[in-house]
Nanobody, 113 residues
Framework: QLQASGGGLVQPGGSLRLSCATS????????IGWFRQAPGKEREGVSC????????YYGDSVKGRFTISSNSAKIAVYLQMNSLKPEDTAVYYC????????WGQGTQVTVSS
């Protein structure tokens, strides 16, 4: 099970930190990813981290602004989002892909002045 949280309304240039809490499975056997979907657009991969070795990936649109990490107990994954832009506005979902495939419920991020 995945529980995403941390979304909200922020001004352009601001920051938010999303959290994806996991339960019921061992993070080391999964890649945890953040995806987003804006109205009228396809779901887009934002970032992911390997639970096995911590390797990270970022989409071109967020490189240098977003940072993905996991906590030391490896039961949560975070997405630190800095220098937010209006085009980052979307519902953000976390996904665990490995032995199984699981999705969180989504959290709304709105970047607007």
């Amino acid at each position: 099970q995945l529980q995403a949280s941390g979304g909200g309304l922020v001004q352009p240039g601001g920051s938010l930190r999303l959290s994806c809490a996991t339960s019921g499975f061992t993070l080391a056997y999964y890649a945890i990813g953040w995806f987003r979907q804006a109205p009228g657009k396809e779901r887009e991969g934002v970032s992911c981290i390997s639970g096995a070795d911590g390797t990270t990936y970022y989409g071109d649109s967020v490189k240098g602004r977003f940072t993905i990490s996991s906590n030391s107990a490896k039961i949560a994954v975070y997405l630190q989002m800095n220098s937010l832009k209006p085009e980052d506005t979307a519902v953000y979902y976390c996904n665990a892909n490995g032995v199984g495939d699981y999705w969180g419920q989504g959290t709304q991020v709105t970047v607007s002045s």
